[in-house]
């Protein structure tokens, strides 16, 4: 279901901020790592203290004196730029499934942060996909409750939501849930904790995300961005072969 954040009277329809800078919202952490060399190319490289983890700021400026980039939780991402406070912002694609937000147009796929959302059990236990269908419900700690439930409701199972942050591995250990859904990588940490995955529900990266009413309103700064990305990955993708 459709998550609108749209309100005529509250919605921030240029989203400019101060001086009519554009805003990006990028998430802390090894995305925004991840994506340093590639705002770099995009001439939009941020301040030096956003990339650090003593600054207390959240909003910096970059080279472009016309974009400036707010850093916010990877999960924020989506909404800041649904609600109008940003125009553009760079978030993983599990966000955007999670919260499925109308107001907001994924464009570009930025090929970082790849990873997969995934269900995951008990190494011991057996994994027989058969015995899900006889299965009527199931419980699930994830901070995915959405698509967890979307992902057994199309199985017929009721997925009763344990809504955890973080330390999901420790849900079938202390026996909160049977299954744990969550961003998996490597697979390291699950093994760590005695877990297997067992089903991937979706294959996840990082995407170049527009507030609509944004790319409507002010549609030459939105293409000039766009395209500054597009140029930025083209100039990148043979340095990543």
Not at 51 to 66: C, Q, V, Y
Not at 125 to 148: C, G, N
Request: net charge positive.
């Amino acid at each position: 279901m459709n998550q609108s954040l749209t309100d005529p009277q509250t919605t921030n329809t240029l989203g400019a901020g101060h001086n009519g800078q554009m805003v990006l919202a990028l998430p802390k952490g090894r995305i925004l790592k991840a994506v340093t060399p590639l705002m770099a190319g995009t001439g939009m490289a941020p301040s030096a203290d956003c990339l650090g983890d003593s600054s207390r700021k959240l909003r910096f400026s970059t080279e472009d004196p016309g974009v400036d980039i707010v850093r916010v939780r990877s999960f924020d991402v989506a909404t800041f730029v649904a609600a109008g406070g940003a125009q553009v912002g760079i978030c993983g694609s599990d966000v955007l499934m999670e919260f499925d937000y109308p107001e907001i147009y994924a464009p570009l796929d930025l090929g970082i942060g790849s990873c997969r959302i995934a269900v995951a059990q008990p190494a011991h236990l057996p994994h027989d996909p058969q015995e899900w269908s006889r299965w009527s419900e199931v419980r699930v700690a994830t901070k995915y409750p959405a698509i967890t439930r979307r992902f057994f409701a199309a199985r017929g199972i009721n997925a009763t939501i344990v809504h955890l942050h973080g330390a999901m591995e420790l849900a079938p250990m202390l026996g909160l849930s049977r299954l744990i859904v969550d961003l998996v990588d490597t697979g390291s940490t699950l093994r760590a904790n005695g877990l297997k995955e067992v089903e991937t529900i979706a294959q996840v990266s990082s995407r170049l995300i527009i507030n609509r009413t944004a790319l409507k309103t002010r549609p030459d700064q939105i293409d000039g961005i766009l395209s500054r990305f597009r140029t930025a990955l083209a100039q990148s993708a043979p340095a990543a072969k």
